[in-house]
C-alpha cells in the first residue's frame, strides 16, 4: 500500500531552525512535494525533490533519499508565520499526489 | 506563477439543496482540474479529476450524481454538491497544474478552497 509517515505536531522557537521528517512508500515514484498550509487555507507548494540530496530556496530546504524513502524540510530562521501544516506528498507511478495529514508546526517567541 | 481562483469562498446553505463551486485557472490553460475534499485535521482527500471535455474520474466511494463536475473550457471547472446533506459540510478545494508547461510532475496550484456548511 501506500504510506505517508510524518510527526503530527513539532513545536520550534523563533528564530530556530527545524526539521520536519517523512518518510513514504509508494507505488513508483515520480518526486516528491512538500506544501505549506495555514489552518483554514489551501495548501502552497513550497518545493519539488525527484533526485537525491538538497534543494535550497531561501530560508527553507528539501532533502530527498529514494533509496530510504525519506525526505525532510529544513526551515531556518523560523518566523511566527511559519506556524503552519507541513504536508509531504510523494508522487506514485501514475503521477498521483499521496497526502497525508502533515506536521502541524507550532512556533513560540 | 500560475493561479488558481476558486468561489464563493464559503457557503451557508440548507441541507436538500445545491451549491455550485467555480473553479477557474487565471492565468494558464488547464485541461485537468482536480477536486479535493479536507475535513478538519486530516489529510487532503481527492474526490474525483476533471477532464476538459470530456467525463471526470471518481474516486472510489465518491457518488459522481451527487458530486457533478463540468469541465466545458480549459480555463473552468466546477463542482456542484446537489442535495447536500450536513455530513457534506467539509473545505473543499480544487487544483491544477500548469498545461501550458506539460509535464504531469508540475506542482499542484490550488485554489483558497470553498468551506461549505450545510445546516
Known amino acids: 500500500g501506500q504510506n505517508i509517515d510524518q510527526p503530527t505536531e513539532m513545536t520550534a522557537t523563533e528564530g530556530a531552525i527545524v526539521q520536519i521528517n517523512c518518510t513514504y512508500q509508494t507505488s513508483g515514484f515520480n518526486g516528491l512535494f512538500w506544501y505549506q498550509q495555514h489552518a483554514g487555507e489551501a495548501p502552497t507548494f513550497l518545493s519539488y525533490?525527484?533526485l537525491d540530496g538538497l534543494e535550497e530556496k531561501g530560508r527553507f530546504s528539501s532533502f530527498l533519499s529514494r533509496s530510504k524513502g525519506y525526505s525532510y524540510l529544513l526551515l531556518k530562521e523560523l518566523q511566527m508565520k511559519d506556524s503552519a501544516s507541513y504536508l509531504c506528498?510523494?508522487?506514485?507511478?501514475?503521477?498521483?499526489?499521496?497526502w497525508g495529514a502533515g506536521t502541524k508546526l507550532i512556533i513560540k517567541p | 506563477g500560475a493561479v488558481v481562483s476558486q468561489h464563493p469562498s464559503w457557503v451557508i446553505c440548507k441541507s436538500g439543496t445545491s451549491v455550485k463551486i467555480e473553479c477557474r485557472s487565471l492565468?494558464?490553460?488547464?485541461?485537468?482540474m482536480f477536486w479535493y475534499r479536507q475535513f478538519p485535521k486530516q489529510s487532503l482527500m481527492l474526490m474525483a479529476t476533471?477532464?476538459?471535455?470530456?467525463?471526470?474520474?471518481?474516486e472510489q466511494g465518491v457518488e459522481k450524481d451527487k458530486f457533478l463536475i463540468n469541465h466545458a473550457s480549459l480555463t473552468l471547472s466546477t463542482l456542484t454538491v446537489t442535495s447536500a446533506h450536513p455530513e457534506d459540510s467539509s473545505f473543499y478545494i480544487c487544483?491544477?497544474?500548469?498545461?501550458?508547461?506539460?509535464?504531469?510532475?508540475?506542482?499542484?496550484?490550488f485554489g483558497n478552497g470553498t468551506r461549505l456548511t450545510v445546516t
Open positions: 476533471s477532464n476538459e471535455g470530456s467525463k471526470a474520474t471518481y
Open positions: 487544483s491544477a497544474r500548469d498545461g501550458d508547461r506539460g509535464a504531469d510532475n508540475s506542482p499542484l496550484h
Open positions: 525533490n525527484v
Open positions: 492565468d494558464f490553460q488547464a485541461t485537468t
Open positions: 506528498a510523494p508522487m506514485d507511478s501514475n503521477y498521483q499526489l499521496i
